[in-house]
């Protein structure tokens, strides 16, 4: 008997923990609603959001100095301080949590009309923040979808940029072999890889692209180990979809293998191999910063690849061949006039099915939904 | 073909070796009768001071060194935590690997832009021409072969020394230490922060041999599945080499069969380290193995349903 009451309170009580807990979860989502709602609907009278700004307040994730996805976007936001003469307070190391809320409502409080919060994961909170200050102008990157009147998202179509690289890539080697060291099966990955295979293929048809997920954004461990077994399997150019990028750089020339770089320019780690890379640099930016500033912010999405401003690569490394620099220089070229855009059919699956007809360009919503590999990628789709 | 199974070979031994260090450190710790989660944090440490102290002064010696004295403080936290005030060992590792994690991010943030030159490889004449696995196993850095005899050091100290059965005593019946002469509460110290050091020094080979850098959080659970592994191994030293190369073993294929093109979904083989430690684990439960400490059975004991 006294067993049987143990368990019956027991039960009891993991039904009142679920209880609560569903109870948390949903009265807290209706409150974040409702602020949000009524705080926008303010917001949409007459304020208009970053007017006279003199300062922006920047977080970031992680460290300004990391040679990867922070310093990009550090280096990006100072020099708007040149650019627009506006004075730019930075924070790093801001936790993705609820904590970089008041890093936020510091700055604001600071006399920062313009925040930029540069992680995904800052953004709800962001979103928190912004609900309450509509004349402050907010900025995050490389998301979707957005419905507040003070917050504008910026994101780059990054396949323009890994096909640009492709090119290079598919001039540079001299074994047909590319490896791409990437982190998850998820579609920016898979379409930058598709792209970064495409472009190679448009000026080396016999191109292979031989791509190994870690699992992860930045282990080390398995990056070094990927390097060393892709250069024993003759693979000679590596680019990379990862946070952490010096180590790839300085291992590949350390084995005399090209690389291809990803978020800022670690060019000076890699002189004799590194080749190019993809900058996290928005040129049009300072455009969205200064409409801001002159009272004519633009709530919604600013996104593109070279023909919208919203891409960067560093520039062909000096031991390239004048064909390689030509040949990127034509492709950025031509994608930033509107001519070309990087998934152009016909473009043929691994398996030799057509996904896009000849003459077909595939809209920004089918990328975004990227499950697939195109021909000549060797690595298994999930 | 043949040169991706000696990169295979080279991979599991080089995933396996800051593994090793952790795992010999938390099961001398674990014989002693405390489980050491906080050897992630210690190896994160290791990591980090290592690879700081390397930029600074190039001195390798003083790197390691350094890193131990980083490890040993996560040891002695945690064993004074727990040991003397009584705090719940795995909360208190959690906190101290959060702790670790934020104190190596705060201060490492600095070194993540710099580059180090580290051990090099010592390739022993002969022996690394010795197809596949000459290039895996002799041709090295000091510390990983130094991680080759670990075991059998362990395994010396805790069985064919006087210490050793003290130390071992503590987590089956303490009276033994005691009526040897030991001070329990000493050897227990003791064994707990050896475990921060070794997983110390599996940290600074991680970040000064094998990759070279350091960024945040780059043991990247190693030092979870070091203290999981442990288990696996029986608490007996020598299984350290099957337990953390089985490990090794599976991280290698993920890029193996990536490399291969072999038609596995990549999140399923990048899943294999885990399972296969998973279903190790259960197997070892299964078996009803009475190797675990006494002290331990009182933490993690069986579910025992009466009716």
Redesign the interface.
């Known amino acids: 008997m006294k067993?049987l009451s143990k368990k019956v309170m027991s039960l009891l009580l993991a039904v009142c923990v679920l209880v609560t807990l569903v109870g948390c979860g949903s009265s807290a989502d209706t409150s974040t609603s409702t602020t949000g709602g009524a705080d926008s609907s303010e917001a949409s009278s007459s304020v208009h959001p970053g007017e006279g700004a003199t300062k922006m307040g920047v977080i970031l994730v992680?460290?300004r100095?990391?040679?990867g996805y922070n310093?990009a976007l550090y280096e990006c936001c100072m020099s708007a301080e040149d650019e627009l003469g506006l004075e730019v307070l930075v924070k790093?190391?801001v936790p993705e949590d609820s904590s970089c809320e008041a890093v936020m409502e510091e700055l604001i409080a600071q006399g920062c009309k313009l925040i930029y919060a540069t992680s995904i994961g800052h953004r709800e909170y962001m979103e928190e923040v912004a609900a309450s200050h509509p004349d402050v102008a907010f900025y995050t990157c490389n998301s979707t979808g957005n419905d507040m009147d003070n917050v504008c998202v910026l994101t780059t179509n990054l396949w323009d940029s890994a096909y640009v690289n492709g090119v290079a890539a598919g001039l540079m080697t001299e074994t047909n072999e590319l490896g791409y060291i990437a982190s998850?099966?998820i579609p920016v990955v898979m379409a930058s890889i598709n792209a970064f295979a495409l472009g190679a293929q448009s000026v080396n048809p016999d191109v292979t692209v031989?791509?190994?997920?870690?699992?992860?954004w930045?282990?080390?461990?398995?990056?070094?180990?990927?390097i060393?077994?892709?250069a024993?399997?003759n693979i000679d150019v590596i680019a990379q979809f990862q946070d952490?990028t010096?180590?790839i750089v300085?291992?590949c020339e350390e084995l005399g293998v090209y690389s291809i770089g990803y978020h800022c320019d670690t060019s000076s780690?890699g002189p004799n191999t590194f080749i190019i890379g993809t900058l996290d640099t928005f040129v049009k930016q300072y455009e969205v910063f200064q409409a801001a500033m002159d009272g004519k912010f633009e709530p919604g999405i600013v996104r593109g690849g070279f023909e919208e401003g919203m891409c960067a690569n560093t520039p062909v490394a000096d031991f390239c061949p004048e064909e390689v620099k030509t040949a990127v220089q034509e492709v950025e070229d031509k994608m930033a006039a509107g001519e070309f855009t990087a998934f152009t059919g016909p473009i043929y699956k691994q398996d030799g099915t057509l996904v896009y007809e000849e003459g077909y360009v595939a809209t920004d919503t089918e990328l975004d939904g990227c499950d697939f590999f195109v021909k000549g990628v060797?690595?298994?789709?999930? | 073909m043949m040169s991706l199974i000696g990169d295979f070979i080279l991979n599991t031994i080089r995933s396996g070796t800051p593994i090793i260090y952790a795992l010999i450190g938390d099961l001398i710790g674990q014989r002693a009768g405390h489980i050491s989660l906080s050897v992630e944090g210690s190896m994160l440490m290791g990591c980090c001071l290592g690879y700081t102290t390397c930029y600074y002064t190039g001195n390798l010696p003083l790197a390691v060194i350094v890193s131990i004295l980083g490890g040993a403080l996560i040891g002695f936290l945690q064993a004074h935590l727990n040991i003397a005030c009584g705090a719940n060992m795995f909360a208190l590792a959690l906190a101290l690997n959060y702790f670790a994690t934020s104190v190596t991010t705060y201060f490492g943030s600095s070194m993540i832009s710099k580059s180090i030159k580290g051990f090099s490889k010592i390739a022993i004449p002969g022996l690394c021409k010795i197809p596949l696995i000459g290039n895996a196993l002799f041709n090295q850095d000091i510390l990983t072969y130094i991680s080759f005899i670990l075991p059998v050091l362990a395994y010396f100290v805790l069985y064919k020394t006087k210490l050793g059965l003290a130390v071992r005593s503590c987590g089956e019946v303490h009276q033994v230490a005691v009526a040897y002469g030991f001070d329990v509460k000493k050897l227990k110290y003791g064994a707990v922060i050896v475990a921060g050091m070794l997983a110390a020094v599996g940290g600074c080979q991680l970040s000064c041999a094998y990759t070279m850098t350091w960024t945040a959080e780059m043991s990247g659970g190693r030092g979870f599945i070091a203290s999981a592994l442990v288990i696996l191994c029986c608490w007996k030293p020598l299984r350290a080499y099957f337990a953390a190369y089985l490990f090794g073993a599976a991280q290698a294929l993920g890029i193996l069969f990536q490399l291969m093109g072999l038609p596995i979904p990549t999140n399923i083989v990048n899943m294999a380290p885990y399972v296969i430690t998973l279903i190790a684990l259960a197997i070892t439960a299964i078996n009803k193995t009475p190797m675990m400490p006494e002290e331990l059975k009182k933490i993690g004991r069986p579910l025992e349903i009466m009716n």
């Open positions: 067993k992680g460290a100095d990391d040679m310093q790093d190391n998850f099966q031989r791509a190994v997920f870690t699992g992860s930045s282990d080390v461990g398995l990056q070094t180990n990927a060393d077994s892709m024993s399997q952490y010096k180590s300085e291992h780690l060797i690595g298994e789709e999930n």
